[in-house]
Each structure stands twice: as structure tokens, then as C-alpha cells.
């Protein structure tokens, strides 16, 4: 049996465990190595072939703390790879230029194993500025055995290298849940802007889901605010969000908390009529449960995929939210669905190399 260093963002965010979840399912038969916190054996206790160590326990948190002075991190880590047969860095916004994007770039480079296979799947490239910031990862990823982005954009970026490809964002393969009584309920998946290094849009960005909320409430449906990942903000913002609704609503709100309960996320979503999302995942999984969806894009990687698979509903990027009517999402629950039957199939395709390595 084939042992797999998986390399992921591990912070318990829902988009980033379900490609976790997805790579694991497609090859039963192969064993994955994953450092992360130690509740990440609860979270992802379902998947049988999936080996969890902990980076957080005392012992490897001092011994990382002593490599980090020594100017070499992640030590325990780095050991553990070097018994595995290859790598897989999977995950979505990896390539983000942040102010400190050189660490980064220096810890993604000491992520290859010497004479062993690297793959890159499920990510897009971006946003930067500073054309040495792609020059840099150009430089790297011809090091790595396979790369497949999950949008035109960042392929385009490095086409004219023969280990890149491009396939639909590999959540778009998630199973759909069996066909239960859709609740009357809609769910608003919540970010807060400023977590996202886009400054001085958390109070408008909460006005309007107050008045969205409202408003749908207004016409007899219960809102479900969801946060995607605690650490980030989203539990922070749902709260600002509910602080500003009026207390007669109150008894028409949930909220939905994802940490270590993946499936009753994912069925929340599921039974929901319609799916406000600002998460990526979250219009990524309404699609596939087939739920109307609006998007309230963040980022340029939303705007992409939207323009890839050729949404023809109603969107707003964050940036142009102050004209935002609540009459425009709520009349989206009538002209936002969309057959995303095709990407699924294609998002299949970002484990094709990688196939011929664990499926032989």
C-alpha cells in the first residue's frame, strides 16, 4: 500500500477539509499522512484510510518552535514525508501575495521530497502584484510532477509549462445527498471582509445582510447564517450581522457553526431553498446540491469560476455591494440555478496523473 503525504490547510475550514475528504474517498486503498491539529481525527473520523498527526501536542510544538530557530520549520513534519512515496499539496487560495510571501514561498519549497513525486491539485494562483511573485512559483513549479488549476485564469498564467492543466474546482465530484424535504430555510454563508485583507467593508458588508435577512424573513423564510471556518472571522461577523437585526426577527434566525461536523453542514446546505454565499465553497456546494445560489464575490477566484462554468444568474462583487436591493437575491430564487452536471465530470480530471501513480 502506497503511503501519500497530504499537504492542506488545516484550520478546520469546510472547503479545504471537503478537498481533504474528496482525495482520501477516490483511493480506499492507499494510505494518507496528515499533520494537523489533533481534532482533526474527530472531524475527519469517517475516512478510513487516513492517518492524523498531531501538530499540536507539546512535544512537537516545542520541537518545531527549536527548528523555527534554527531557521528550519516544520521538522517533524518534513520527517514524516521522507517515509511517504509522494506528496500532494491540495487546497484552493494557496498562492496568495501577502506581505510576508517569501516565507511562504521557502516553506512551499521545503515541502518537495527529494526524488519523489509532488502534486498540486485544486488550486488557483492569486491575486499578486509584484511580477517576481509569479516568476518565483514559475521557477518552483517545474519542480513539481503535476499541476492542476481549478480555473482558466491562473493556468493561462503558466501554460507554457508541460505539467500544468486545468479542470473544474474538485468539490464539484462531491456526492449529492440523497433527495430530502427541503426546509424553509435559506442559508447566507458569512465571511468578515477585513479577515480577508479587504479593508473597510465589514460595516457595510453587515448592513446588507441585516437587510437581506429582513427582507426574506419578511416573506416567510427563515434565514441560517453559516460560518465556514471560526478562525477566520465567520463566527465573529455572524454575530455583528444578527447584533443588528431587530429582536422581533430573532425567533426566524439560526446559526450554523462548522468545526467538527462536516456531514451536518453539508446537510444543512442540502436541505436549504437557497444559498446566499460569499464563500467560494458555499457557491461551489449549492451549485452541486442543485440550490439557486447568489453570489456575493470577494474575490477575483469567484468571479473566475463564475465566468468558467457560465453563470448566467444574478452576482455582486463585494466591491459594488452599497447598491445592492434585497428584491434582487430574493428574486434569484427563481433564475440562479445551474446544471453543473459537466463539471463534475471534469473536475474528475484533476486526479488523472495521479491516478496513474495509486490506481495501478
Known sequence: MKKVMIYAYTNFNLGDDLFIKVLCERYPHTKFI???????????????????????????????????????????????????????????????????????????????????????????????????FQLKYKELFKEYTDICFREQYSYDLFENLNNIRRADDIIFQLEKPVEEEVGNYIVISVIKPSEKNIPNFDEIYYQKLRDIAIYFIERELNVTFMSFCESEGDKEAIENVIKMIPEKYSNKIKKHLYKLNMEETLGVIAKSKFVIATRFHAMIVGWVYNKPVFPIAYSKKMTNVINDVGFEGSYIELANLHSLEPEIVYNSLDTNSIDVSKQAINAKNHFKKLDEYLLK
Open 34 to 132: 496528515l499533520h494537523a491539529p489533533r481534532d482533526y481525527k474527530v472531524n475527519l473520523n469517517e475516512i478510513e484510510n487516513i492517518t492524523i498527526i498531531p501538530d499540536d501536542t507539546l512535544i512537537v510544538r516545542g520541537i518545531n518552535f527549536v527548528s523555527r530557530k534554527l531557521k528550519f520549520e516544520f521538522l517533524t513534519r518534513n520527517l514524516i514525508a521522507k517515509n511517504c512515496d509522494m506528496a500532494v499539496l491540495i487546497g484552493g487560495s494557496l498562492f496568495i501575495e501577502l506581505d510576508n510571501w517569501q516565507h511562504a514561498y521557502e516553506l512551499k519549497k521545503n515541502m518537495l521530497i527529494k526524488n519523489k513525486p509532488f502534486f498540486l491539485l485544486g488550486a488557483n494562483f492569486g491575486p499578486y502584484k509584484d511580477r517576481n
